[in-house]
């Protein structure tokens, strides 16, 4: 399943949320940084969703982390600031 990023940078931090994860926030200094502890965040948030009896993705209730394909795009005034 694919799933949605959005990415942005604010002051020196990169940020990634999705639409489609409610509570899905990845943080990190670099692009590098941040996409190392997405499936870390990920895996934390579906299984607090599994025990709450919460849906992980929007649309996809049954949807596991290890199924995502996760697809970015860039602002061009993210990038500019990088």
Do not use: H
Request: charged letters at 25%; a negative charge.
């Amino acid at each position: 399943m694919k799933v949605e990023l959005k990415i942005t940078r604010e002051d020196d931090v990169w940020m990634a949320r999705s639409p489609l994860i409610q509570g899905l926030l990845v943080t990190g200094d670099t692009l590098d940084e941040l996409f190392n502890e997405l499936p870390r965040v990920a895996q934390a948030l579906y299984e607090t969703c599994q025990e709450k009896g919460w849906t992980f993705i929007t649309g996809a209730p049954n949807a596991r982390p290890d199924e995502v394909v996760w697809v970015s795009e860039f602002s061009q005034a993210s990038l500019q600031t990088a």
